[in-house]
């Protein structure tokens, strides 16, 4: 009976072992390390796939998606999206309501030249593998006429999407109509100044109550206020290189950096007012703000297991000796 219980013991320590300290919140510094994607533009947390972050390249690359895994920094999915013709410039990615992705092919080099821009919306597959997408394309104009544009968010609860323009001396946050339109043109009016910005992507919190717009050396966050926006501070984001973009955690703790350039990093700064989010709108979330509460607990837990089943092996052995 010795041997059938060491070997048991043996199992169950290893599986105790085994059990991973906490779940991967994807709020760790990662390097995007596809080959492809050498001008990752746009960044976007996915809710329903913990840990995976969603990208694309800029300017003509074609209409390509990448989901990249932020525990190796490996490309897990490619997604092709069909039903939107050549992309021309795409600058930003969102996730809204119902994990509806929203694709920003809204870039315009040429300062402002194209009499319209699109917006490419397609559910977020819930399998992660190579597969084309069929998307929805709509056409954007301006009411007051054509600009360059790199930032794209979509309000998490009412589905509403928004553009900020990029200039130098600061730019303005444009709203969409309520509802984007697949016929004819969904005209975005501007709301607010987004003043001492030239801005390169911007992101919303998981709750909708918090705006954060950066350039490439710096970012503000801003309340939301329904749209009225209010700033609130000035960030300092990480050196990466060409700063292109940025995206709040699932769980709206921390915000990710991201630059172009192959084998570009994505490093993580703590989000203003971050513990005031609600997570229920993300895909689960921390007990504290940096993860670090999650991670003593299941370290925590691991521990006590391990230790339970060094005492079942210790007590197994004392009474096989007295039964010796």
């Known amino acids: 009976m010795r041997r059938p219980f060491a070997l048991l013991a043996a199992a169950l320590l290893t599986g105790a072992l085994a059990v991973p300290a906490y779940a991967a919140d994807g709020d760790e510094k990662f390097t995007i390390k596809d080959p492809r994607i050498t001008e990752s533009s746009g960044l976007a947390a996915s809710r329903q796939h913990p840990g995976i ?34 992309p021309r410039d795409v600058e930003a ?40 997408i069929k998307a929805t394309q709509y056409v954007v104009k301006y009411s007051d006429g054509a600009r360059d544009a790199e930032s ?33 043109s969904n005209v975005f009016r501007p709301v607010a100044a987004v003043p001492d910005l030239e801005a390169t992507d911007a992101t919303l919190s998981p709750d909708g109550e918090h705006l954060v717009v950066r350039s490439y050396f710096g970012a503000i966050a801003y309340d939301w206020n329904g749209g009225k926006i209010k700033k609130k ?74 230790a339970g089943v060094l005492l079942v092996v210790v007590l197994g052995v004392r009474g096989m000796r007295r039964r010796g």
Not at 116 to 126: C, D, G, H, S, T
Not at 155 to 184: C, M, Q, W
Not at 233 to 247: D, H, I, M
């Open 53 to 86: 972050y969603w990208t694309h390249n800029d300017s003509d690359d074609g209409a390509y998606l990448y989901a990249v895994d932020s525990a190796t920094g490996e490309t897990v999915a490619t997604i092709t999206m069909s039903g939107v013709g050549s």
């Open 93 to 132: 990615i969102s996730i809204g309501p119902d994990n509806q992705i929203y694709v920003g092919d809204i870039g315009d080099n040429l300062g402002g030249t194209w009499p319209y821009v699109w917006i490419y919306r397609l559910p977020e597959p819930k399998n992660l593998r190579n597969q084309t």
């Open 152 to 184: 794209l968010v979509v309000h998490p609860k009412t589905g509403r999407v928004y553009i900020v323009d990029k200039n130098e001396k600061g730019g303005h946050l444009f709203e969409g109509p309520a509802e984007l339109s697949p016929s004819g």
């Open 233 to 306: 501070e000035r960030l300092g984001v990480p050196f990466l290189g060409q700063g292109e973009s940025v995206t709040y955690t699932a769980d709206g703790k921390k915000l990710m950096y991201g630059a172009e350039g192959a084998d570009s990093p994505v490093e993580p700064q703590d989000a203003p007012g971050g513990g005031d989010s609600d997570s229920s709108s993300g895909s689960g979330g921390s007990a504290t703000s940096g993860g670090g509460g999650d991670r003593l607990t299941g370290n925590l837990k691991t521990g006590a297991i391990a």
